[in-house]
């Protein structure tokens, strides 16, 4: 729910709203809510202050989001606050693709490539830590209570000790890439939650459709690889497989801190997948 001070911001911005629908996501500790002001609908996002999904999709819209290429596909800033953890931006109205046929859908994929390209496109830079904090992040996850079998961690905790060729390339990212974030509309692909906004190799903005869809339904990747300019094969390489795994080691320890158990069972599944891709 907001605070009292979230509260008073959005009634400054929007004066008289009314919520229209919550949809809140309880696990991400972000209250999200549709709202109708002066016969206009408004997304409002607002959060703890533990959180910080708030202020990376503010940068976001601050910085990559107001290229011309990118801005006519995304929500537009209308307030925000960081300190007090509060944004608006306008509705995009559209069908959610995630777990729809559009998912598969060539020309979806295919224009949620060129998206994700002019998002790449927009910054280049190197972080030089970044691979290696990552790593040690999961090192740290295997600490923690999880469900992996104990032979499968010790595996992957020597792994990932073990791995250190790693590009310091990173590109402005979108980080929770998939359907689940991309809308249909009457103009083509929009792309929506920039929470997780933030400055990674290229190749991580690929992981979440590879859970979800390609590894399961490799062709699908086709269409979007050829809308990012880029052949799949030139992704899936050692270091690709290393990537897969530590992901996976802080979806199911993560997903079993939160209880999902559904997230919990695709971390376990690619952990398998990815050890023995690397045996």
């Given amino acids: 729910m907001l605070s009292d001070k979230q509260s008073e911001l959005l009634e400054g911005w929007l004066p008289g709203y009314k919520i229209v629908e919550d949809l809140t996501w309880d696990i991400a500790q972000t209250t999200v809510h549709r709202v109708e002001a002066g016969g206009e609908y408004f997304t409002v996002k607002a959060g703890t202050k533990y959180n910080n999904h708030i202020r990376r999709e503010i940068a976001a819209h601050e910085t990559v989001l107001i290229n011309p290429t990118l801005a006519p596909r995304v929500p537009r800033l209308i307030a925000e606050d960081r300190d007090h953890r509060i944004l608006v931006t306008t509705r995009i109205p559209g069908q959610l693709i995630d777990d729809s046929v559009k998912e598969s859908d060539p020309d979806v994929l295919f224009q949620a490539g060129q998206f994700l ?16 904090n990552l790593v040690n992040a999961a090192l740290k996850w295997l600490d923690k209570p999880h469900v992996i079998e104990p032979d499968k961690a010790d595996q992957a905790r020597e792994l990932l000790q073990a791995y250190t060729e790693v590009s310091p390339a990173v590109v402005s990212s979108h980080g929770d890439y998939s359907g689940r974030n991309w809308l249909w ?78 997230f919990e069972a695709l971390g376990l599944r690619f952990i398998d997948i990815a050890l023995k891709k690397l045996d």
């Fill in 185 to 262: 509309t009457g103009d083509g692909l929009a792309v929506i939650d920039f929470g997780r906004f933030g400055h990674r190799p290229a190749s991580h903005d690929f992981i979440r459709m590879f859970f979800r869809r390609w590894h399961d339904h490799p062709k699908e990747a086709e269409p979007f690889f050829s809308g990012y300019g880029q052949e799949p094969a030139d992704v899936y390489g050692q270091d690709w497989w290393y990537t897969i795994l530590r992901e996976a080691v802080a979806t199911a320890c993560w997903a079993r801190a939160v209880d999902d158990r559904e």
């Fill in 117 to 132: 390209r002019a998002l790449h496109d927009t910054e280049h830079g190197t972080d030089e830590t970044l691979n290696r």
